[in-house]
Protein backbone atom coordinates (compact mmCIF):
# COMPACT_ATOMS: atom_id res chain seq x y z
CA UNK A 1 0.00 0.00 0.00
CA UNK A 2 2.00 3.27 -1.15
CA UNK A 3 0.35 6.88 -2.18
CA UNK A 4 0.40 7.82 -5.79
CA UNK A 5 3.62 9.52 -5.63
CA UNK A 6 7.17 7.22 -6.24
CA UNK A 7 9.47 8.55 -3.69
CA UNK A 8 7.54 10.22 -0.58
CA UNK A 9 8.59 9.96 3.41
CA UNK A 10 7.44 7.56 5.40
CA UNK A 11 5.33 10.05 7.52
CA UNK A 12 3.65 11.45 4.24
CA UNK A 13 2.94 7.58 3.19
CA UNK A 14 1.57 7.04 6.88
CA UNK A 15 -0.28 10.08 6.27
CA UNK A 16 -2.18 9.41 3.16
CA UNK A 17 -2.57 5.33 4.49
CA UNK A 18 -4.51 7.18 7.47
CA UNK A 19 -6.21 9.66 5.20
CA UNK A 20 -7.37 7.33 2.71
CA UNK A 21 -7.73 3.44 4.21
CA UNK A 22 -9.37 5.09 7.90
CA UNK A 23 -11.23 7.59 6.43
CA UNK A 24 -14.44 7.80 8.99
CA UNK A 25 -12.74 5.63 11.49
CA UNK A 26 -10.03 7.62 13.02
CA UNK A 27 -9.51 11.45 13.50
CA UNK A 28 -7.63 13.00 11.06
CA UNK A 29 -3.86 13.79 11.76
CA UNK A 30 -1.70 16.90 11.98
CA UNK A 31 1.26 16.86 10.75
CA UNK A 32 4.59 18.27 12.03
CA UNK A 33 2.16 18.93 15.33
CA UNK A 34 4.46 21.42 17.70
CA UNK A 35 3.10 20.36 21.06
CA UNK A 36 5.10 21.54 23.53
CA UNK A 37 4.55 25.22 24.80
CA UNK A 38 7.81 26.68 24.71
CA UNK A 39 10.14 23.77 22.78
CA UNK A 40 10.16 23.96 19.19
CA UNK A 41 9.34 19.76 19.36
CA UNK A 42 6.89 18.38 16.68
CA UNK A 43 5.82 15.19 16.53
CA UNK A 44 5.40 13.44 12.90
CA UNK A 45 1.97 13.12 13.17
CA UNK A 46 -0.38 13.56 16.06
CA UNK A 47 -4.19 13.51 16.96
CA UNK A 48 -4.27 16.36 19.42
CA UNK A 49 -7.77 15.97 20.61
CA UNK A 50 -6.70 12.50 21.59
CA UNK A 51 -3.65 13.33 22.39
CA UNK A 52 -2.20 10.49 20.18
CA UNK A 53 1.09 11.01 19.10
CA UNK A 54 3.12 9.27 15.97
CA UNK A 55 6.80 9.32 15.41
CA UNK A 56 8.54 7.60 12.43
CA UNK A 57 11.70 6.87 13.17
CA UNK A 58 14.25 5.79 10.19
CA UNK A 59 18.31 5.28 9.91
CA UNK A 60 17.43 1.79 12.02
CA UNK A 61 19.88 -0.22 9.54
CA UNK A 62 22.12 2.18 9.19
CA UNK A 63 25.73 0.82 9.77
CA UNK A 64 26.57 3.05 13.13
CA UNK A 65 22.88 3.94 13.59
CA UNK A 66 20.86 6.73 12.21
CA UNK A 67 20.28 9.59 13.68
CA UNK A 68 17.51 8.39 16.31
CA UNK A 69 19.50 5.53 17.35
CA UNK A 70 22.55 7.14 18.08
CA UNK A 71 23.92 8.53 21.14
CA UNK A 72 22.62 11.51 20.96
CA UNK A 73 20.16 11.90 18.78
CA UNK A 74 18.72 8.87 21.08
CA UNK A 75 18.81 11.21 24.11
CA UNK A 76 17.20 14.01 22.54
CA UNK A 77 14.29 11.65 21.71
CA UNK A 78 13.89 10.54 25.27
CA UNK A 79 13.60 13.79 26.22
CA UNK A 80 11.33 14.94 23.76
CA UNK A 81 8.79 11.91 24.26
CA UNK A 82 9.56 11.95 28.21
CA UNK A 83 7.98 15.09 27.83
CA UNK A 84 5.33 14.38 25.69
CA UNK A 85 4.00 11.71 28.62
CA UNK A 86 4.33 14.23 31.00
CA UNK A 87 1.86 16.26 29.10
CA UNK A 88 -0.65 13.34 28.39
CA UNK A 89 0.50 12.02 25.11
CA UNK A 90 0.80 8.14 24.18
CA UNK A 91 3.27 8.10 21.63
CA UNK A 92 3.48 5.19 18.61
CA UNK A 93 6.95 4.84 17.33
CA UNK A 94 7.53 3.02 14.05
CA UNK A 95 10.12 2.78 11.44
CA UNK A 96 9.92 3.52 7.60
CA UNK A 97 9.92 -0.74 7.07
CA UNK A 98 6.58 -1.05 9.34
CA UNK A 99 4.71 1.88 7.82
CA UNK A 100 5.68 0.47 4.43
CA UNK A 101 4.34 -3.59 5.72
CA UNK A 102 1.15 -1.88 7.15
CA UNK A 103 1.83 -2.59 10.51
CA UNK A 104 1.91 0.93 11.49
CA UNK A 105 -1.59 1.63 10.14
CA UNK A 106 -2.88 -1.48 11.69
CA UNK A 107 -1.08 -0.34 15.15
CA UNK A 108 -2.88 2.82 14.60
CA UNK A 109 -6.29 1.31 13.92
CA UNK A 110 -5.63 -0.95 17.03
CA UNK A 111 -5.24 2.43 19.63
CA UNK A 112 -8.84 3.95 18.33
CA UNK A 113 -10.39 0.44 18.40
CA UNK A 114 -8.95 -1.39 21.59
CA UNK A 115 -7.64 0.93 23.78
CA UNK A 116 -8.97 4.47 24.78
CA UNK A 117 -8.16 7.34 22.65
Known amino acids: MTPPAQQVSSVCNL ?11 VPMPRTEYRFHPTRRW ?31 GFIKDSEKLNEAAILGYRMLRFTP ?18 GKP
Not at 16 to 24: A, E, H, Y
Not at 56 to 68: A, E, L, Q, S
Not at 98 to 109: D, M, Y
Open 15 to 25: DWQIRTVLKGK
Open 42 to 72: RMDLCFPACKIGIEVDGGVWIPGGGRHTRGA
Open 97 to 114: GQVKSGEALETIERMFTE
